[in-house]
């Protein structure tokens, strides 16, 4: 998928509350174990690193992501919240 369409993607997903657009709390990276990134919704090849973390308010499921779909959704989401 190429960039813009994947900031494409990103933003629907932050508009429609697919992705979170508060700050995640803890966020940490570990090898993936074939986890769909919560972006873009391709499986994680297990040899790329996995952004995980849990958002702001609780209650929602951990947040998985490409380090660059990571990357496009901190963007995206601190440009929505300005």
Not at 3 to 31: C, E, F, M
Not at 33 to 38: F, Q, V
Request: aromatic fraction near 6%; glycine fraction near 6%; charged fraction near 25%.
């Amino acid at each position: 998928m190429d960039l813009q369409a994947l900031r494409v993607l990103i933003l629907r997903k932050l508009q429609d509350g697919r992705l979170p657009h508060y700050n995640i709390t803890r966020v940490w990276s570990s090898q993936t174990n074939g986890e769909t990134c919560t972006a873009c919704d391709l499986i994680l090849a297990k040899d790329r690193l996995l952004m995980e973390g849990f958002s702001s308010p609780p209650g929602r499921g951990p947040v998985q992501l490409h380090v660059q779909c990571f990357k496009i959704w901190d963007e995206e989401r601190r440009m929505m919240n300005t």
